[in-house]
């Protein structure tokens, strides 16, 4: 026997008689209701809001002993309002809450109700009766009576309640993934209390997870009574506009202004006072006050949006779609407490839209942060590259004269080895040595040596190639290596240099100078090391200073030496000269 939905229109009647439960009895005076369906406005105080619907079933198999094995009959009921009983053949087979005189409201749990196969008669007929409770004046007032909904079924009682677990399971599965969601984004935010936005999004989250779950039969598993899950609930809805103020200013960058701060503590007040205010009159009594308190938020929030959108902010876009969506379902929930309209409750939505805009904007905003930081990272990477670069040259430079200093030099050396180990031609060094510096410093001072030094620096640099690499070695000696030359290429370099020098005119805060410079020419051989070349040429300059100074000697054996006088052949050095 499958399940087959007893929704539709049953015999009602206003009243209370306990034979009104029994198969017997005769209903073919009541009025025709739709059930599910609320009771008329204010329902019917003359009986005591208490109230009868009735049902004659003819099942598809007549008798229990041709129902499959395993099979057990029973029914599940929609939500009544506010309490019930269920009865079966004339046997109450359960129900939900508590009529008079206990009068306990429980309007919110779907019952799973087994049917015995003693109620079914044996033509197969099963008289079901309904008896409801509206409940008091303060609440038929204000949210109506009777059955209001879903669907009444008969069926298998182990599909039944497995239908019933299955259907409710994502809905508790989403709350539970919202106030996780919403845990994890206020961690973030104790991690740091930069991110504002992830505290108030998280916390939106976990209050529409909270409230997801006083919504889902899986909440009777804790074992609340309905009212505190009633309060729970209703917490839950009022605090929430205060939540959304926080979130929505806070992501728009929008200062929040003191009569604002008291129309979000309003709020605030109204949870507090659902939860601490004992019984459920509460709860009814400020709905309604709630709901057109809440109104002015939708103008505000829609204003605000619209303003930020006009000013070209990222969030507002995304955040104008969840309003507008959450703006509707209040206006139809508004509809169905007031005006008392038969529709489906949309707040949830509205909650999960709202919730949903929120997060998407909060994510393009993460996405826009760390796109803006990953450029301002490759920014500073290359203002860093950049300065490190600069730090390099700054090493390998001597600042007085810009030439390289003994570190840049002996780089520049080395890696012109390798090039020569890589098959080209061998090359040769100078060092050069001002004669009789420390005299030009006594008399003129080291602010007119060092102009030398700068004005030396020039001259050589326009005296030689830009492949040739040009250093100064210390105090006024300096390194010159010319790629590719050979000896006869570097006499000519070096007889030329020294020439230049001795008659460049050296000046300084207006006193013209004269200065000459010894050289030592040295030629690197294939497999010889930079010092050993280096050492090579600083003997073959101490040489020509020993030698009269003002001229070129070579550290091979047939060198020749070019004084002031003229070239003149010398032998190579047998040590340094001091």
């Keep these: 026997m499958r399940g087959v939905s007893v929704s539709g229109m049953w015999k009602f009647q206003p009243g209370d008689n306990a034979e009104w439960a ?148 994502p809905g508790l599965l989403a709350s539970l993934l919202f106030i996780g969601f919403g845990i994890y984004h206020t961690y973030l935010y104790r991690r740091n209390r930069q991110f504002r936005s992830y505290l108030w999004l998280g916390l939106l989250a976990i209050n529409i997870g909270i409230y997801g779950i006083t919504l889902n039969q899986w909440k009777y598993a804790i074992d609340f009574s309905f009212l505190v899950w009633k309060k729970i609930e209703f917490a839950a809805i009022y605090i929430f506009p205060a939540v959304v103020i926080q979130m929505l200013w806070t992501l728009l960058d ?42 002015p938020l939708l103008i505000l929030g829609s204003v605000l949006l619209i303003k930020r959108f006009r000013d070209g902010h990222p969030e507002a876009r995304t955040s104008i779609l969840g309003v507008m969506i959450f703006a509707m379902t209040c206006v139809n929930d508004l509809l169905i407490d007031l005006a008392q309209t038969d529709t489906m409750r949309l707040m949830p939505f509205g909650f999960v839209a709202i919730f949903a805009a929120m997060a998407v904007s909060l994510a393009n905003r993460f996405t826009a942060n760390v796109s803006r930081l ?65 005299r030009v410093n006594d008399r003129f001072g080291h602010a007119c040596g060092d102009a030398i030094l700068q004005q030396l620096a020039g001259c050589l640099r326009g005296a030689l190639r830009e492949v040739d690499v040009i250093g100064r070695w210390g105090g006024e000696e300096f390194i010159i290596l010319l790629p590719q030359t050979n000896e006869r290429g570097a006499s000519t370099v070096a007889a030329n240099l020294r020439s230049t020098i001795a008659g460049y005119g050296f000046a300084h805060d207006g006193v013209s100078l004269s200065i000459t410079a010894t050289i030592g020419v040295s030629l690197h051989r294939k497999g010889e090391s930079l010092d050993a070349c ?7 300059m101490y040489a020509g200073k020993a030698q009269g100074r003002d001229q070129v000697v070579f550290s091979d054996s047939a060198a020749a030496v070019e004084s002031v006088a003229g070239a003149r052949e010398v032998t190579p050095p047998s040590g340094d000269a001091s």
């Design 22 to 169: 029994l198969p017997r009895f005769d209903d073919t005076s009541w009025v025709d209701r739709r059930l599910p369906g609320r009771w008329p406005e204010g329902g019917y105080p003359e009986t005591n809001q208490l109230a009868w619907y009735r049902l004659t079933v003819k099942l598809d198999v007549p008798t229990p002993q041709d129902w499959p094995a395993q099979f057990q009959l029973a029914l599940k009921t929609g939500k009544v309002m506010s309490a019930f009983e269920v009865y079966a053949g004339g046997k109450l087979i359960g129900g939900v809450g508590a009529l008079p005189p206990l009068a306990e409201l429980n309007y919110d749990r779907v019952r799973v109700l087994a049917v015995p196969s003693s109620a079914v008669a044996t033509d197969g007929t099963l008289v079901l009766a309904l008896r409801v409770w509206g409940g008091d004046a303060g609440i038929t007032d204000a949210w109506g009576s009777g059955p209001y909904y879903g669907d009444f079924i008969l069926g298998n009682n182990a599909d039944l309640l497995l239908s019933t677990a299955r259907s409710e399971l």
């Design 254 to 295: 929008t200062q929040i202004r003191q009569w604002l701060r008291i129309y979000q503590a309003t709020f605030v007040v109204l949870s507090l006072a659902a939860i601490l205010i004992p019984g459920m009159a509460v709860l009814w009594s400020t709905l309604p006050y709630f709901q057109l308190w809440s109104l």
């Design 374 to 438: 990953e450029d301002e990272v490759a920014e500073r990477t290359r203002a860093l590259s950049v300065a490190n670069k600069r730090l390099q040259e700054m090493a390998r430079i001597d600042p007085l004269t810009k030439l390289l200093n003994r570190r840049g030099f002996t780089e520049e050396g080395l890696s012109e080895i390798q090039r020569v180990f890589r098959g080209r031609r061998e090359f040769a060094l100078m060092l050069l040595d001002i004669d009789d510096f420390k």
């Design 534 to 540: 280096m050492a090579a040429a600083d003997r073959a």
